[in-house]
């Protein structure tokens, strides 16, 4: 079946440290993003990319980095001048013109 | 002014109500118009998709979009307590990978 898979599902990170979060997608679709979403603000950009090897920020990317070398992975580093880094992580995907997104199950990060 | 704006409740229903859930929008160039379904701790699934003006229905579930006033609904008819979720508007432009807003999203409760 096709679908996005994201790991970890929970994701415990000490002060500090970076943290890698895996997304895969075998949808063929050529566009991946990663949100957060915090209680009381909805869905919040971080990255997106359109096509491999090129990526680009959105509303939110300080402290966090991505890559695309391949059009099946989107990998997100949150890093450790992420001042809030708790918060769940969305990895979705689209097809040109394709209405929607795909969305992962989603990782929990928290910081300890 | 947020481009959607949504009600994020909670909102609580006896089973077996008719539920309605809606989002006002400013931007005139948003074309696709999306409801999707998130349940707690996953990710959101997309419910229903309508393109322009018009309803949609697909079983207990109907779209509507009015482009003159800029708002969109969702109705569920025989509301079920397996329809107890968080419901996300969700819009966008036409053609390519147009990026898609989010509103913050309904909490959905259905009582036995």
């Known amino acids: 079946d096709g679908g996005i898979t994201q790991s970890p599902k929970y994701l415990f990170r000490k002060e500090g440290q970076n943290v890698t979060l895996s997304c895969e997608q075998n949808?063929?679709?050529?566009?991946m993003y990663w949100y957060r979403q915090d209680p009381g603000q909805g869905l919040r950009l971080i990255y997106y990319?359109?096509?491999?090897?090129?990526?680009q920020k959105g509303d939110i990317a300080e402290g966090y980095s991505v890559s695309r070398e391949k059009k099946e992975s989107f990998p997100l580093t949150v890093t450790s001048a992420q001042k809030n880094p708790t918060a769940f992580y969305l990895c979705?995907?689209?097809?040109?013109?394709?209405?929607?997104?795909?969305f992962g199950s989603g990782t929990r990060l928290t910081v300890v | 002014q947020k481009e959607v704006e949504q009600d994020p409740g909670p909102l609580s229903v006896p089973e077996g109500a008719i539920v309605s859930l809606n989002c006002t929008y400013s931007?005139?160039?948003?074309?696709?118009f999306m409801w999707y379904r998130q349940y707690s701790r996953k990710g959101p699934e997309l419910l229903m998709y309508t393109y322009s003006s018009g309803n949609k229905e697909d079983g207990r579930f109907t779209a509507q979009v009015d482009k003159s006033s800029k708002y969109i609904s969702l109705f569920i008819r025989d509301s079920q307590p397996s329809d107890s979720a968080t419901y996300l508007c969700?819009?966008?432009?036409?053609?390519?990978?147009?990026?898609?807003?989010f509103g913050i999203g309904t909490k959905l409760q259905v009582i036995p």
């Open positions: 949808l063929n679709h050529d566009a």
């Open positions: 969700a819009m966008s432009g036409r053609g390519g990978y147009q990026k898609v807003t």
């Open positions: 979705a995907s689209s097809g040109q013109n394709l209405y929607g997104y795909t």
């Open positions: 931007n005139s160039a948003f074309q696709y």
């Open positions: 990319s359109q096509i491999v090897n090129d990526f």
